[in-house]
């Protein structure tokens, strides 16, 4: 799997790519990634 941003210059999303080839949209679940993001989330104060 591989994280990425989709969309235009400032308007990305966050989302993950399959093996196969397929991205989903991680909005539901994080704003952005980032280091600090993960972390918040992985402790809670997401």
Do not use: C, K
């Not at 196969?20 to 809670?44: E, K, N, S």
């Amino acid at each position: 799997m591989r994280l990425l941003r989709v969309g235009q210059a400032g308007h990305e999303r966050p989302a993950v790519l399959d093996p196969h080839g397929t991205a989903y949209d991680l909005t539901p679940l994080t704003a952005d990634i980032d280091g600090l993001g993960r972390q918040r989330h992985v402790l809670g104060q997401a």
